[in-house]
């Protein structure tokens, strides 16, 4: 088991497109997820793509948390989840806000354009399917990461800066009630 390093944004892997993982089952890739999940929960985060760990493979792994679920149906707590050689659609044109941060971007937070409702499906490290059509914050963590598979992080998906700073600073505006979360 190891923490793994972490590419912060400025490294040119951050910006690759990461290739299909060959074999989801070999002995290597079981150790990168596993390895992933523990570097994924060390640093308290919501999800980890491979490009972030400096592995140029279309892979990631996330989870939902049971405080970060919309209420909605279809986004409900999800435990530890690795999805290899990714695809993803959104069902339809429903476009909200998403609050997220990125370990390749410490410190920072802003609200992201996301599709609402997507469909996504890849295998496990057994080889099994996995995903589903999901909503909510389970959508959002899936386009983040999937994202990264294809050298995009969330600011190239802005399209209001005002709603893009520090945690800290976004957390005393929220406290003293001047907004900047929803
Ligand atoms: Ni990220």
Known sequence: MAILKIARMGHPVLLQRAQPVADPTAAEIRR????????????????????????????????????????DADDRPVDKTVVINPEIAAVDDDVRLHWEGCLSIPGLRAAVPRHW?????????????????????????????YDHLNGILYPMRMNDFRLFGFNEELARAEQQGAGGRS
């Open 117 to 145: 409702r997507i469909r996504y499906h890849g295998v496990d490290i057994e080889g099994a399917a996995v995903g589903g059509e999901v909503t909510g914050f389970h959508a959002g963590v899936v386009q983040h990461e």
């Open 32 to 71: 990168l997820v596993r390895d992933m999940l523990e570097t994924m929960e060390d640093a308290s985060a919501a999800g980890l793509a491979a490009p972030q760990v400096h592995v140029p493979l279309r892979l990631f792994v996330f989870r939902v948390g049971e405080g970060r679920t919309s209420g």
